[in-house]
């Protein structure tokens, strides 16, 4: 049995990533040895994604001294964790579908060097002015943190480099969506 796969999406703020996973859950749902989990999150602002397990930050600093989590990083002050699960998945030849931070990305050889072989990162691109729009409409930042997360943008010129995948997710869900099913689904047959 082939390993699983990481497929881990990073973009920035507004880019559309989680959207691009809730459109391949319900496309890919019980068809491929893939599972799509919720990562555990402590917020700053203490309001959380529809698919984040929202923790106290007190518990989630202990939930990672105490080994719990098989990827951690923080961004913009918050603080997240993929479970140990990820472990189990790829030695047992199921694939996880993540988003995650950029920088986090870059430095994961040396932070999860047993997970790094399995990661395929996927890196969704979006223009600055339908991240912005999107941003404001989801009311959880204010203008001067919405420019902040425009102007840091640019980091992700580095994860260019390393991304395996890079799509564009400024248009249509639809399309967009259906180019990394399709990319999900090549990579699955492998594994």
């Given amino acids: 049995m082939e390993d699983g796969k990481i497929f881990y999406l990073v973009g920035p703020s507004g880019s559309g990533k989680d959207s691009l996973i809730k459109y391949a859950r319900e496309e890919l749902q019980d068809r491929y040895p893939v599972i799509f989990p ?38 913009y002050g918050n603080i997240y964790g993929l479970g140990n699960i990820a472990e189990y998945c790829v030695a047992n030849g199921i694939s996880i579908v993540i988003s995650g931070s950029g920088e986090y990305l870059l430095a994961a050889e040396r932070l999860c060097p047993r997970l790094y072989p399995h990661i395929r990162p996927v890196l969704v691109e979006v223009s600055t002015d339908v991240a912005k729009k999107r ?22 010129n580095n994860v260019k480099d390393i991304a395996l995948k890079i799509i564009d ?11 990394f099913v399709e990319f999900l689904m090549e990579e699955l047959m492998f594994c």
């Fill in 38 to 75: 919720r990562k555990y999150v402590a917020r700053r602002m203490g309001c959380v994604g529809e698919s984040d397990i929202p923790v106290p930050h007190d518990q989630i600093l202990g939930m990672t001294k105490n080994g719990e989590f098989s990827m951690c990083w923080e961004s």
């Fill in 135 to 156: 941003l404001c409409e989801r009311r959880r930042e204010s203008p001067e943190e919405i420019e902040k997360r425009i102007e840091r943008a640019g980091r992700f």
């Fill in 169 to 179: 997710n400024s248009g249509n869900l639809n399309s967009s969506g259906r180019e």
